[in-house]
């Protein structure tokens, strides 16, 4: 029998702590690898604004290159684990198949925007952290409010994001465990 390693996608809204999360997870596993949604390229990927504002068609994703790294994994029977660092839980038709535990880490929004802007200060000039915030304000919080709506609503377990991340991993973990009964 071919063992094939057990995907997890761990989503959130931006700032709330999933590559953090993931890379102590990945840690803490035997035999994992992770994938980061922001470390590929999409063609013809619509505009997180625009998107939301014409109804949030999670197939208007098109992720061939996420998905030829997934399937590319799986073969790897020296993996326990693939871990996606992945904004979309099951609602991506394309990328629900693979997926065989979905994680949802439920950051309030104003921690998650506060860590956005430290992890951004030293690569933004002021005038650059007011846009983002006045985007944030005008657009960009529809963004953030479909994914406490539609993503947090189809993970299979959600985690409190203002845990400390060992905590958040402990309870991963436990998941983990329990599901593999």
């Known amino acids: 029998m071919i063992k094939r390693p057990r ?9 709330g702590g999933k590559t953090t999360t993931i890379k102590h997870l990945i840690h803490r596993l035997d035999h994992a690898q992770a994938l980061y949604f922001d470390d590929y390229e999409f063609e ?7 998107w939301v504002e014409e109804g949030a068609d ?4 098109v992720l061939s290159p996420l998905i030829t790294d997934i399937q590319l994994l799986l073969k790897d029977q020296s993996l326990d684990y693939i871990v996606l660092d992945y904004p979309f839980a099951y609602l991506n038709d394309a990328v629900r198949n693979f997926i065989d535990l979905a994680f949802y880490i439920d950051t ?3 921690i998650a925007m506060a860590r956005r802007i430290l992890r951004n200060e030293q690569k933004h000039a002021m005038h650059e952290l007011q846009s983002d915030l006045k ?3 005008a657009r960009g919080r529809a963004a953030y409010l479909e994914m406490v ?7 299979d377990v959600i985690i409190q994001g203002d845990l400390p991340t060992d905590l958040i991993v402990d309870r991963m973990i436990e998941e983990l465990q329990k599901s593999a009964v």
């Open 7 to 15: 995907v997890l996608s761990v989503s959130g809204v931006s700032g």
């Open 44 to 50: 013809n990927c619509p505009d997180i604004c625009d």
């Open 58 to 61: 999670y197939n208007a994703w």
């Open 108 to 110: 309030p929004l104003d």
């Open 135 to 137: 985007n944030y304000l």
């Open 149 to 155: 709506k539609t993503v947090k609503t189809n993970s």
